[in-house]
């Protein structure tokens, strides 16, 4: 069992940055891949990025690519997603997620999620 709690969003200004952290505890945080979703009002959660567990790869949504880059620590048990040049279709609630079974894109295939961190990008 993994518990996640995100922190580090806020408000911003278009083209400004932040970074968001996910702490995690329990066991077993460095077996799990990790991912960022968000969900805008009146949208459902959307894929941002994901990084295995083993090598580190990432993956990122097209609109997350050249802005966003994600990172963890396992000694740490910590994630992060930093962001930069955001844009005001960024505004939304992002979570962090942990251990993916099925497609990594999808927010079913994830089991274990944080309870989100409101950011704001106003234009």
């Known amino acids: 069992q993994v518990q996640l709690v995100e922190s580090g969003g806020g408000l911003v200004q278009t083209g400004g940055s932040l970074r968001l952290s996910c702490a995690a505890s329990?066991?077993?945080?460095?077996?799990?891949?990790v991912a960022w979703f968000r969900q805008a009002p009146g949208k459902g959660r959307e894929f941002v990025v994901m990084?295995?567990?083993?090598?580190?790869?990432?993956r990122y949504a097209e609109s997350a690519k050249g802005r966003f880059t994600i990172a963890r620590n396992n000694a740490e048990n910590t994630a992060s997603l930093r962001m930069s040049s955001l844009k005001p279709e960024d505004t939304a609630v992002y979570y962090c997620a942990a251990y993916s079974t099925g497609r990594s894109d999808l927010p079913e295939a994830w089991h274990y999620w944080g309870q989100g961190t409101q950011v704001t990008v106003s234009s």
């Open positions: 990084m295995n567990w083993n090598d580190y790869v990432a």
């Open positions: 329990g066991t077993r945080f460095s077996d799990y891949s």
